[in-house]
């Protein structure tokens, strides 16, 4: 049974910097990307970043842009979301995500977000003064 396991979040301030930790247990070797996404109150998931776990291509938002930095350790099976100039509109709670057949891309859509395999149960970021 796979599991995936956020850490990592916390309040920060405007502009601060905070490093989310997803580490996943059971068969990873199935997986074909894995990604971060985030849902604020009375809004609905949306993507922020994913990446292939077989090969090197990534894919994040618009929003995550120049800002965060997805990365991964396969043999520590974690991959990792380096965030950075945080905004009042990043507070939300994230979740990591795991898919068995996917590509990065597909899984940022909202149809690859609905059939996703595996989520996490979520870490909460607050960005605030």
């Known amino acids: 049974q796979v599991q995936l396991v956020e850490s990592g979040g916390g309040l920060v301030q405007p502009g601060g910097s905070l490093i989310l930790s997803c580490t996943a247990s059971g068969r990873t070797s199935d997986f074909s990307s894995m990604g971060w996404f985030r849902q604020a109150p009375g809004k609905e998931r949306e993507f922020v970043a994913t990446?292939?776990?077989?090969?090197?291509?990534?894919y994040r938002s618009d929003s995550a842009k120049g800002r965060f930095t997805i990365s991964k350790d396969v043999a520590k099976n974690t991959i990792n979301l380096q965030m950075s100039s945080l905004k009042p509109e990043d507070t939300a709670v994230y979740y990591c995500?795991?898919?068995?057949?996917?590509?990065?891309?597909?899984?940022?859509?909202?149809?690859?977000?609905?059939?996703?395999?595996?989520w996490g149960k979520g870490t909460q970021v607050t960005v605030s003064s």
């Open positions: 990446i292939s776990w077989r090969g090197d291509s990534t």
């Open positions: 995500a795991a898919d068995r057949e996917t590509s990065p891309f597909t899984m940022a859509t909202p149809w690859g977000i609905r059939g996703m395999d595996h």
